[in-house]
């Protein structure tokens, strides 16, 4: 019998042998490792990786029964007899399950695939290496949406460690679902509560429905579920069985040919996300008409099972492609290559940052967020491994928060005796910008600032003495300036168009917002010793919207009295110069150039003490006489000094004066 995905399913009544695995006779309180090395080989323990060939061999042999089971399970999926796949190389991963992964000759990855065992009651001993308990995923939609709901009931009803589900006042608009899709309207709120959902997904370049001023009388009658694409279509159904009465919907609850109805909105969809009862997050499709709700072959479902048995029991293992590396759920822990179609796009970020819970939809099965993860092929909830540190994401209001007299050092969770928590928290503001930066705009020089602005102003709100609205400077903030000023274009990506830059009229050219699109880092510090060699004697920003300072554009100068040297870039670099143009191939390398140097980084070691200079790159203003525009960052010469009083390297030399950087 074949599946959607052509590979052969096979059920413990066709078997043509089932693998009889030996029980262990030792006692219990022997090692486990003594236990792994009696039921496996260095083989099958994924101490290394090995060719197909020789796996084969160690199975035919008789002598590890782990190796056995895996390749009689692989057999049922793979062609083990084909001369391409005997020369692939395979290795294994023994985790909450079995992780199978095979190569090529070349090592590009091939297969990967998960064994697990169907029957939860199953009790499998310590230090056996075999598959532990997973969940067959649902074959049916209803199926799925009925774990969906198991997991918002078990969240708002045991999470101690989650915000409970506000019912306060909705959104100014929001989707009244009514009982079917023919009761669907757009609701003008007043003082009506309730909790929500909301959608985080991809809108595509053409074909999404709006709300605009013609159609919003309409639109507040009767919405047409004719007119409403798929993914749209499908998060109402999701909100529906979790419960919930109300959706909101960017496209639909903002009138988008309203520039002032646009900007009160965008400004508040921080608060919007953040007030969710659930946020669904569509990470499979690229436009709204691709959906959040799948039963294809993608699905991680069972491509094959079989009998087998285990420490004196019979069992069911069922082997489907590993979610880590088809799933793109954050239950997995998605490699970054492996982003979705929803985390490549910028407004998203704070969609799901902002979130209390999330309802992760891809295609290959669901997965559900809060202070736990949970999914559609796990049996256990595990804790979120966050991408930042527990006081920075309870800033943004998720996870288990502190009391509101609680201080940053009490919610900082690790060490801070010789660590500053402002400058650890600002730290964990420019990682952010990286991450963010990853992501693409259809409209850079409108939506860069406003789709950070929720996350800013939640940060600003909970702690106001790291990060005061009145020091919000386009992206950066004041009281970490100089180090928020190191920042550097940090790749040309293939098959993208040449980086360029925004008009200093929409944003200042210090800021990494003004940038049209590509990567944004700075360079790790580690735990070198930073020091600031430059002196910010005024800072002045006119954002266009003095109502909405997180999210607006505008114009800026900094006056900075520090150390600067004419450079010349002819020839593209400077020996013993490490420089970043910001746009490489839009800057006339014919310069000339400055360089200007904001401090130093410290590296001590056994032998001496190292000094790397970092600093910005500038050209004179065309627009404004007497100002710089900044066009990129450099790493200068290191000097070091030894212990014995000699030195190598060099320092740069250049005049102290005062600049103004526009």
Not at 99 to 120: I, M, Q, W
Not at 199 to 219: E, I, K
Not at 596 to 608: N, Y
């Amino acid at each position: 019998m074949e599946n959607d995905g052509g590979f052969p399913v096979v059920s413990s009544e066709n078997l043509e042998q089932q693998p009889q695995l030996t029980e262990c006779s030792e006692p219990e309180e022997v090692s486990q490792s003594k236990r792994r090395s009696d039921y496996s080989c260095r083989i099958c323990l994924g101490l290394v990786r090995c060719k197909m060939g020789k796996f084969i061999a160690s199975a035919d042999s008789g002598k590890c029964p782990t190796c056995e089971m895996l390749r009689h399970g692989l057999s049922l999926v793979l062609d083990l007899h084909r001369t391409r796949i005997k020369k692939w190389k395979i290795e294994f991963w023994f985790r909450e399950t079995v992780s199978v992964r095979t190569y090529d000759k070349a090592g590009r990855k091939r297969k990967t695939f998960e064994f697990y065992l169907s029957s939860s009651s199953v009790e499998i001993p310590k230090g056996i290496p075999w598959p532990k308990t997973a969940r067959d995923v649902p074959r049916s939609l209803e199926g799925s949406l009925r774990l969906a709901r198991s997991w918002l009931d078990n969240c708002r009803e045991t999470h101690i460690q989650c915000p409970a589900v506000v019912i306060d006042s909705l959104p100014k608009r929001i989707l009244q679902l009514g009982d079917n899709d023919q009761d669907i309207r757009l609701l003008e709120t007043t003082d009506e509560q309730g909790g929500y959902a909301a959608l985080s997904y991809c809108w595509g370049q053409t074909g999404n429905v709006t709300t605009t001023r013609d159609s919003l009388a309409g639109r507040l009658k009767k919405i047409d579920p004719k007119e409403v694409p798929k993914t749209i279509l499908d998060a109402i159904h999701i909100t529906r069985s979790l419960g919930l009465r109300y959706l909101w919907v960017d496209s639909l609850c903002i009138i988008q040919n309203d520039n002032a109805d646009w900007h009160e909105q965008s400004s508040l969809m921080g608060d919007i996300y953040a007030n969710a009862a659930v946020v669904i997050a569509a990470h499979s499709s690229r436009h709204a008409h691709g959906g959040c709700l799948w039963t294809d072959h993608l699905r991680v479902k069972a491509l094959a099972s079989f009998d087998a048995i285990l420490d004196g029991k019979t069992v069911t293992i069922s082997i489907r492609q590993d979610p880590k590396f088809y799933g793109q759920t954050p239950a997995h822990g998605v490699e970054l290559e492996l982003q979705s179609e929803l985390e490549s796009r910028g407004w998203t970020l704070q969609e799901t940052m902002l979130a209390k819970r999330i309802l992760h939809c891809t295609r290959s099965e669901m997965a559900w967020q809060c202070s736990h993860l949970m999914c559609e092929c796990r049996t256990k909830s595990t804790v979120p491994m966050g991408e930042f540190s527990d006081s920075f994401t309870k800033l943004l209001g998720r996870g288990n928060n502190p009391p509101s007299n609680a201080s940053i050092e009490d919610s900082y969770s690790r060490p801070l005796e010789d660590s500053n928590p402002s400058e650890l928290l600002h730290k964990e503001w420019r990682r952010l910008v990286g991450l963010y930066t990853r992501r693409t705009f259809t409209f850079p020089e409108k939506d860069k600032l406003p789709a950070l602005a929720g996350i800013a102003s939640t940060l600003s709100k909970a702690a106001p003495d790291v990060f005061p609205k009145s020091h919000y400077l386009f992206g950066l903030w004041r009281t970490s300036l100089v180090n928020d000023l190191l920042w550097c274009n940090d790749e040309i990506r293939l098959n993208e168009p040449p980086v360029r830059r925004l008009s200093s009229e929409i944003v200042p050219s210090w800021s990494w917002a003004s940038l049209r699109h590509g990567l944004v880092c700075y360079h790790p510090m580690f735990m070198d010793e930073f020091r600031q060699l430059c002196q910010v004697e005024n800072v002045v920003c006119s954002p266009k919207s003095t109502q909405d300072v997180f999210g607006s554009t505008g114009s800026g100068r900094i006056e900075i009295l520090a150390e600067v040297k004419q450079i010349s870039l002819e020839d593209g670099k400077i020996e013993n110069w490490s420089i970043r143009l910001d746009t490489p191939l839009n800057v006339d390398l014919s310069g000339p150039f400055y360089a200007m140097v904001l401090g130093s980084l410290i590296r001590s070691w056994g032998k001496g003490e190292e000094t790397t200079p970092r600093g910005l790159v500038l050209v004179e203003s065309r627009f404004r006489e007497g100002s710089f525009e900044r066009v990129g960052y450099f790493e200068g010469p290191k000097l070091t000094r030894f212990n014995d009083g000699s030195k190598r390297g060099g320092r740069i030399r250049g005049e102290r004066r005062r600049v103004i950087l526009i």
